[in-house]
């Protein structure tokens, strides 16, 4: 039973700091940005980042005298990136709705120079494209924000109970 209530704190923590993680990166990548190599390696950082959080936690709790198996490291992970993708897309979409409405104009200004440079749409399919996003903008960002906080929760759980796994334990 303690060792449950050692796990629920672990989750509880580290879905709290992948959520101030995921809101500071939100907060402080630019999101008027096309894309580039700048953009390609805050990515890469992001995903480096973000899997990691679930390793960490694992390796905790591991470390804190718990055992996991395969299963529950990929367990912890997915609900670490569950928590954490819920509280971010919570605030993405409170600062999309409140705090600055344009950055739905800016991004969708951005995504119409860029199909117009590559020239295979016509105006009219474009302004179509356009409405389209604009009004599935906010729940398209928070389904993806809960979509890649469990993709994160699952490959760091993956990683997380390949390594921390008992030491009797064969994976096969």
Known sequence: MENRKQLNA???NFSMIFAIVSILFFAFTPKTMEPSATTSILSFLGLMLFISIPIVAIRTFVKQGGEVS???AIKIGLLIGLLGGIATAI?????YIYVNPQAIDQAL????SILEKHGTYSEEMIEQQM??????????????????????????????????????????
């Open 10 to 12: 672990i989750i509880l």
């Open 131 to 172: 409405e389209i996003t604009r009004k599935y903008f906010i729940p398209f960002s928070i389904f993806g924000q809960i979509f890649s906080g469990l993709l994160y929760g699952l490959i760091g759980g993956l990683i997380a109970g390949f390594f921390f796994k008992p030491k009797n334990q064969i994976y096969q």
């Open 91 to 95: 605030y993405s979409s409170l600062y």
């Open 70 to 72: 395969l299963g529950k």
């Open 109 to 112: 200004e951005i995504s119409r």
